[in-house]
């Protein structure tokens, strides 16, 4: 059955870096767009990142373009998202999440708190 699985998420100073990792099981990983979601507390979850099924497009939040780098290893069945210039309204539950075919598959989610 499909499986995702995200990590690498903590506690992190403004300014600071992360790099999340999803890890991707049970499907044609190469076959799929895989993309990275985010909810805050008491606000809607919002998409950040998607990355075509080979990774050659991409396309970002305008809220994190510039500083955050979404990216895959398909020989892994891996996608990383690669957060630079961390700021507080960062702070948030990040969930990776793929369609396959017609259904949606979610991960358990990864916290990151942006906090001095």
């Known amino acids: 059955q499909v499986q995702i699985v995200e990590s690498g998420g903590g506690l992190v100073q403004p300014g600071g870096s992360l790099r999340l990792s999803c890890a991707a099981s049970g499907f044609t990983f190469s076959s799929y767009v895989m993309y990275w979601y985010r909810q805050a507390p008491e606000k809607e979850r919002e998409l950040v990142a998607y990355i075509s099924n080979v990774g050659v497009r991409t396309t970002y939040a305008d809220s994190v373009k510039g500083r955050f780098t979404i990216s895959r290893d398909n020989a892994k069945n891996t996608v990383y998202l690669q957060m630079n210039s961390l700021k507080p309204e960062d702070t948030a539950v990040y969930y990776c999440?793929?369609?396959?075919?017609?259904?949606?598959?979610w991960g358990q989610g990864t916290q990151v708190t942006v906090s001095s």
């Open positions: 999440t793929t369609r396959v075919r017609g259904a949606d598959y």
